[in-house]
């Protein structure tokens, strides 16, 4: 399919004053004065290839100066100027004043989206580690690759996903489904009860060990953690406690959230999760997934430094 450019003109003024207003109903190209003019002097509108709708302004090739804002598909916000606007390619969060920087997001635009996958990972490239050793993923493995790092506000690891079934007797966990099912959590419910991890996403840390104590980190049952798996990420609560060798384990329902295959025993994935254990965020109930939710998204927005 061949993309064109339209131009905007003096005489087309009012239709860019309408663009930068925000998302709203688009001319036709039939419409626009200057549609034929040459490739170098078009500015204003072009076509997004994701969405078929025109979006625009766009750089001025002629005075070398940049323009905006643009549309952001994620956020649907208005954002910008931006260093290139081309169709099909993807808008960065937040305003941008100049080619290659970024400005902080401003409230009412994407500031608002949730935190992404991609700024989470941003802030745990690198490990300060705080493990006195490194633990294996899986307890027929003998190597151990996996340290425990922290930061100011957080501890993380980077692991497998292993099933925990553990807790409540389900339709999905029970002694049939799971041949390692145990009928209780170390965490329990506000009312005593043991977790159900068929319906709270939780996740395993390893018991106090030589290794590390979660609790010397600030950690404890209910404490929250952002777990980030490909481009999702969902949050959760310490819930259950595992070997104090292994780590590498959620609930059942935190796996279903991150598109894991959740089976007690066929499931679970390889590698590729990362775990974001906040530090002092004890949620109360530690059953709330809602007060997880929240508590889990304006930790991460603080961690990823949009307050």
């Known amino acids: 399919m061949r993309t064109r450019t339209l131009a905007l003109t003096a ?6 004053g309408a663009a930068l207003l925000g998302p709203s109903a688009l001319p036709a190209t039939a419409d626009v004065p200057g549609w034929d003019a040459p490739p170098q002097t078009r500015v204003g509108l072009v076509p997004d290839a994701r969405s078929g709708s025109w979006v625009g302004p766009v750089p001025d090739a002629r005075s070398g100066s940049w323009v905006g804002p643009v549309p952001d598909a994620r956020s649907g916000s208005w954002v910008g100027p931006v260093p290139d606007a081309r169709p099909g390619t993807r808008v960065t969060p937040g305003p941008v004043t100049a ?6 997001p401003v409230p009412g635009a994407a500031a608002d989206a949730p935190v992404t996958a991609e700024e989470l990972l941003a802030e745990v490239r ?9 633990y294996r993923t899986d307890a027929n493995r003998s190597k151990a690759t996996v340290p425990v790092c922290a930061t100011a506000d957080a501890v993380f690891w980077k692991a497998d996903m292993d099933i925990d079934c553990d807790g409540r007797r389900t339709k999905a966990c ?3 489904t799971d041949p390692h099912f145990q009928p209780q959590t170390a965490f329990p419910t506000s ?15 390893p018991a106090p060990g030589r290794l590390w104590d979660y609790r010397k980190s600030g950690l404890t049952g209910g404490s929250v953690v952002a ?5 999702r990420v969902r949050y959760a609560v310490i819930g259950d406690t595992g ?3 292994i780590i590498g384990e959620g609930s059942y329902a935190l796996a279903k959230e991150l598109s894991i295959d959740p089976h007690p025993t ?5 590698s590729g999760v990362t775990y974001i254990a906040f530090k002092d965020s004890r949620v109360s109930p530690i059953e709330s997934r809602a007060k997880a939710g929240r508590r889990g998204e304006a930790l991460a927005r603080a961690f990823v430094g949009r307050e």
């Open 227 to 231: 777990v980030v798996h490909r481009d």
């Open 243 to 245: 070997p104090a060798g």
């Open 191 to 205: 009312r005593g009860k043991p977790l159900n991890s068929a319906a709270l996403p939780f996740v395993v840390v």
């Open 174 to 176: 029970n002694t049939r």
């Open 99 to 104: 080619p290659g920087t970024r400005e902080a």
């Open 266 to 270: 066929t499931g679970g994935a390889a």
């Open 126 to 134: 690198s490990c300060q580690q705080v493990s006195r050793g490194r």
């Open 11 to 16: 005489g087309t003024s009012a239709l860019c």
